[in-house]
T-cell receptor, first 113, second 109 residues
Framework: EPEVTQTPSHQVTQMGQEVILRCVPI?????FYWYRQILGQKVEFLVS????????KSEIFDDQFSVERPDGSNFTLKIRSTKLEDSAMYFC???????????FGPGTRLLVL | AQRVTQPEKLLSVFKGAPVELKCNYS??????LFWYVQYSRQRLQLLLR??SRESIKGFTADLNKGETSFHLKKPFAQEEDSAMYYC???????????FGAGTQVVVTP
């Protein structure tokens, strides 16, 4: 069964540094999402992406965050200048069509020091 | 405010006992309801969704619009059911999921 993959599995970075989290969606999926889960808290929606543009974003997704799908395969989340509070597990999810099942990647654990 | 509530953080049950995980939502309109499960060190995966009305791994969930609930039930818990369970709601046209805080289920022999 095809799976969503994410790299890296873990990343440690210094506050103020840029990080790029990568996701490889299931090949024919059209909708892409990023979620995050701060330790001990609920999974929170960050952004959805369709047809090469952001379709919806949450209040968390401020100017420090950006997403793109530069080569038609990888779907990336960039945090320009990381803050301590960005430390979390970041999940990518992809969807073939609305009302179908969202498939999640294994997550990237980001630690900002 | 729109919200998904899972009141139990931890549910500990004996093998063979029934288990019920509560989920209440506060959304207007016709939301889609889901249960996702996360086994230890594995990814989030869909357990079931209300529109399919199917039973997966012996779990069922009934959408009660009057009580705005979507409780997850299994009559006889198994040790392999030990996991984190998340109730989720989708209310918009872009498929965004809103999750509850999750319930950790521990099934002891």
């Amino acid at each position: 069964e095809p799976e969503v993959t994410q790299t890296p599995s873990h990343q440690v970075t210094q506050m103020g540094q840029e990080v790029i989290l990568r996701c490889v969606p299931i090949s024919n999926h059209l909708y892409f999402y990023w979620y995050r889960q701060i330790l001990g808290q609920k999974v929170e929606f960050l952004v959805s992406f369709y047809n090469n543009e952001i379709s919806e974003k949450s209040e968390i997704f401020d100017d420090q965050f950006s997403v793109e799908r530069p080569d038609g395969s990888n779907f990336t989340l960039k945090i320009r200048s990381t803050k301590l509070e960005d430390s979390a597990m970041y999940f990518c999810a992809t969807l073939l069509a609305i009302q179908e099942t969202q498939y999640f990647g294994p997550g990237t654990r980001l630690l900002v020091l | 405010a729109q919200r998904v509530t899972q009141p139990e953080k931890l549910l500990s049950v004996f093998k063979g006992a029934p288990v019920e995980l509560k989920c209440n939502y506060s959304y207007s309109g016709s939301p889609e309801l889901f249960w996702y499960v996360q086994y230890s060190r594995q990814r989030l995966q869909l357990l079931l969704r209300h529109i399919s009305r199917e039973s997966i791994k012996g779990f069922t969930a009934d959408l009660n619009k009057g009580e705005t609930s979507f409780h997850l039930k299994k009559p006889f818990a198994q040790e392999e059911d030990s996991a984190m369970y998340y109730c989720a709601v989708s209310t918009d046209s872009w498929g965004k999921l809103q999750f509850g805080a999750g319930t950790q289920v521990v099934v002891t022999p």
